[in-house]
């Protein structure tokens, strides 16, 4: 197990992302499907013509059921691979998905999050900001695969952008099964493609940071009430690693 860990540390830091097949446990996540779909159709009822795209919606999910599963956030290889490589101080940010449907179209290029020192581009810092991405159901070159570009994430930001859509740098689709994770650097260069299938394709994101880095980015353009939440009396009801993890998200009363 530890030369695996070690082999997928590695992957993360030199290409950008690593794919664990069959994480999580597929139940959950179908389970998770059918209670998005009703959400996805309140939101694009709200806003039909998209909020990241023609036909592609951003929903931040609440920090409850029926959404919350444990087993997505005490994966033992998953958070031991985030942990080497964030440190034991990591906590989450952020809990949502990214679901285009029938009449999407590309995304542009983009990462998630900014360098963050510009004034020196050529310093290769480690990760400071890692995505635990998962698919509701099974991630298709028909219904909208995320394709990333590989090695990338140290690269000048906007002249890599540049080359990746002048198609000078290749960008690789990523298929998934349902319980098959991606833990990706949120420097690398990604984006979605459009779905052709009369089926939503949802995906899903965990983000996790640092200790000390915190990036508000993660909620620009959601809708208030789609923004996560965490209740403090199901926080208390989690497990002492949990509540670790979610321990710096706003907590309500009720």
């Known amino acids: 197990m530890t030369s695996y860990i ?20 597929a139940q959950a996540v179908e389970s998770c499907r059918e209670d998005f779909m009703p959400l996805l159709e309140q939101v694009g009822q709200r ?35 985030c942990r080497r490589i964030l440190g034991d101080g990591m906590h989450v940010v952020y809990y949502g998905t990214d679901t285009p449907v029938k009449g999407s179209d590309f995304q542009k290029v983009h990462a998630d999050i900014p360098f963050p020192f510009p004034e020196e581009p050529g310093i290769r810092h480690p990760p400071l900001t890692l995505s635990v991405r998962f698919t509701f159901g099974a991630m298709t070159m028909a219904n909208g695969p995320f394709e990333v570009a590989p090695g990338t994430q140290y690269l000048p930001r906007q002249e890599t952008i540049a080359k990746l859509e002048a198609g000078e740098i290749p960008l690789e689709p990523l298929l998934l099964d349902v319980g098959d994770v991606i833990v990706s650097d949120a420097r690398t260069p990604h984006r979605g493609t459009p779905n052709h299938t009369d089926e939503p394709r949802p995906f899903a994101v965990i983000v996790y940071n640092r200790d000390f ?11 208030a009430n789609d923004n996560p939440v965490l209740l403090e009396s199901f926080y208390r009801s989690l497990s002492e690693e949990e509540q ?4 710096r998200l706003p907590r309500t009363q009720c």
């Open 213 to 223: 880095y915190f990036q508000e980015r993660w909620e620009e353009g959601l809708e």
């Open 6 to 25: 070690d082999e997928c540390v590695e992957q993360v830091l030199t290409r950008g992302h690593c794919l664990l097949k069959g994480r999580f446990p």
């Open 47 to 81: 806003i039909p013509e998209g909020n990241r795209g023609l036909c592609r919606w951003a929903i931040g999910l609440p920090f409850a059921p029926p959404f919350y599963h444990s087993a997505f956030f005490t994966d033992a290889l998953v958070n031991e691979i």
């Open 244 to 247: 670790r993890l979610l321990r």
